[in-house]
Nanobody
Framework: VQLQASGGGLVQAGGSLTLSCAAS????????IAWFRQAPGKEREFVAT????????DYEDSVKGRFTVSRDDARNTAYLQMNSLKPEDTAVYYC????????????WGQGTQVTVSS
């Protein structure tokens, strides 16, 4: 499977953005989708994930209540809705796919920049 992340941009604090992760070349429903982010000078960190069924989601503590991860299997696309954005959310955001039998991520998107101004 190949992933294409998009939707990043510049937004003021308190604003919203929706990131998309479009998949191709595989059976989308065979994969859980996760979002990660990497800020300048920091390590990549987990943000959110949605299972291959779409029934279970999980979030990093700092984004709980502000971000929502979802998937549209008909469109082979996962989303990360980000509300109440803060300057500390500024980072490059990546999506990743993990197969049902995998113990690691099988594919990564190329990253999309999110910049939140104060």
């Amino acid at each position: 499977v190949q992933l294409q992340a998009s939707g990043g941009g510049l937004v003021q604090a308190g604003g919203s953005l929706t990131l998309s992760c479009a998949a191709s070349g595989g059976t989308f429903t065979d994969y859980a989708i996760a979002w990660f982010r990497q800020a300048p000078g920091k390590e990549r960190e987990f943000v959110a994930t949605v299972t291959w069924t779409g029934l279970t989601t999980d979030y990093e503590d700092s984004v709980k209540g502000r971000f929502t991860v979802s998937r549209d299997d008909a469109r082979n696309t996962a989303y990360l809705q980000m509300n109440s954005l803060k300057p500390e959310d500024t980072a490059v955001y990546y999506c990743a796919a993990q197969g049902r039998e995998s113990t690691s991520f099988d594919a990564w998107g190329q990253g999309t920049q999110v910049t939140v101004s104060s």
